[in-house]
């Protein structure tokens, strides 16, 4: 084997899957994962693990994996991970850990992502369950929201051995790991619920339907219900829109509400009862993952799918795995393209989008080139759908309806980066709702820290 | 699972259900709505709340069959149980944080249309509780569509209804009544609330702008989660962008663009007219969708 190349793993052809929704990875048997392990340089001073949010130790999980001991392997990664068959799907690797791998200097880096989701999935094959042992304390944590800073808390939580609730908006556990990224990244059946099903396994209690700050306040949770503790996960639900013309037109949704219909609601399913928009022409506006998800989502409904992106191929905010997975399927890129209005018919329905190309100057803010408007370069696109994905905010409801909670001028909730603690006492937080829009591994990383945070406030209280 | 302790044919396509919903019976006010899902994988449907006994943790809810998911939810008896209850959602009626007595020294009226007698009854009940009299004009098509006309005359001061047939009560449509208070009658209101169909709430405002009468309605616009997540129940009110769902779904109705929201509001129509006929036909639907072809 080529030790500078990844061991190749296994996909659906992008033909048949550009119209299905089953997982577009098919993952790595026994015999390859040991194959790639043996890439794995074990370095003394593993950069790995600096790149890795929750420093799962690397080397010595893929020293495992080598050795074909994959029970020991999958203790290693649990021991800091407590979603590990997801993160091994979905987090942005050649950024954190692979994207510090001495093997990526001249070649390709080990595929940590993938053996960590192979031994994820080896554990639940088995159904083997997280190891744990505790006893309860006698005190109880309530967790608002269910997406990866909520599960990674009340995972921790329980172990200590609190009494923890999860409490949740919409009608499944899950958070965005339901409602946003679709079945073909993230099986629901075999990966998500079976996550949360761990946990309930581990104790924890979850309680759907129910709205902090409209079902029921914190205040309420803490001063009537018996709860010595709260943390918030409650993410960054609101969707951003462009504030152009033609923007409330029927057929432009936002990547939320279309991503919403497709997951959660199973509206792609013929059964279901939910419906959504089937298009001709599509156009997602914006080049992070949510943006793919959208159109690889709009794609397998069956369309012609354009990115349309303000800045240049290189800006995509995207992971890398999802651009490529995008393009191979057929969605189009229209790179340095910005939209201004967009187009209706007599009906106030969708029928094109009218933009202007756009070129980068100098670096911003973000230390990405600005993209500047080329003057004279409109022209129009002819499309009956358009998907925003700009990005989203936290949901005041809850910072609006708890006392004594500061947030800052983003919307965000404001708390201590290392314990997670709020401007009220008892309250912690973490997560998209403190970071804004982020990754689920970040958002995981500081539920668990939070749970330290939690933990140590009870312990001393 | 949420119970439903009684359920009432009210109307040939109006149903009322009192549900066991503990959390939304102890926090909910009136202008507050719910969303329910019949049964596992059905459609996730907001509904206004009617009443709630927060003595006994159940809400009352009242519906008119639309489509496939209200249909749907129509089929379930006392005893049956709904899959999921959230809520309450929406922000509470702005009456429920305006002081009493200058509620007091206020006429207030509500205009009610149809199914729309449900969100106005506990505004009007929730001010006769607080000792605020105010008069209410109910419209229906024919008297045989006309709801809740006992309980809404044991809150309200007055109680004027109209039919669009004159089958009973007054003839016409509820802005002919509103015109006929203000202009013949003599009356003097200093407030409206208009809730019903977005066709009547848009020609209620065009009248009470007229009169010089601050109206406010309440949207019910496509929803999914109802949190403010997903942004389908956009509204463009005094040129901005507001979410129904948290931001509502009361507004201002002299400065809601009703044109765009009724655009919106059909925009499943076809999809959601197609389900509906599946749904309530059956096997037996051989046409007349203007979908199927089976007309042909």
Redesign the interface.
Known sequence: MDMMKKVPIREQDPEVRAHNFDEVCLGYTKEQAMLEATRCLECKNPFCVMGCPVSVPIPEFIHKVKEGDFDKAFEIISECNTLPAICGRVCPQESQCEGKCVRGIKGESVAIGKLERFVADYAMEKGKRRPHSHEKNGKKVAVIGSGPASLACAGDLVKYGYDVTIFE???EAGGVLL?GIPEFRLPKEDVVKKEIAMLLHMGVKIE????VG???TIDELMDKEGFDAVFIGSGA???K?M?IKG?????V??A??YL??SNL??AFDE?????I?RAKKVAVVGGGNVAMDAARTALRLGGEVHIIYRRSEAELPARKEEVHHAKEEGVIFDILTNPVEILTDD??CVNGIKCVKMELGEPDASGRRRPITIDGSEFVIDVDMVIMSLGTSP???ISSTTKGLEINNRKCIVADEITGQTTREGVFAGGDAVTGAATVILAMSAGRSAAVGIHDYLCNK | MYEILNAQKLTDDIYSFVVKAQRVASSCLPGQFVIVRSHENAERIPLTICDYDRENSTITLVFQVVGAGSLRLSRLNTGDFLHDVVGPLGCESELCNTDISELKNKNILFVAGGVGTAPVFPQVKWLKEHGVDCDVIVGAKTKDMLIMEDQMKKYATNLYITTDDGSYGRQGLVTKVIEDLVNIEGKHYDMCIAIGPMIMMKFCCITTKALSIPTTVSLNPIMVDGTGMCGACRVTVGGEVKFACVDGPEFDGHLVDFDEAMIRQNIYKTEEGRAYLKEKEGDTHHGGCGHCGGEQ
Do not use: Q
């Open positions: 908006a919409l009608h409602y759907l339907n129910t709205v409209k079902s029921v639900g609101l969707p829109f504030g923007e409330n037109a029927n057929g949704f936002s939320n509400e919403t219909r609601m199973k059964n279901s009862a939910t419906p928009m009906n106030g949901n005041p409801l």
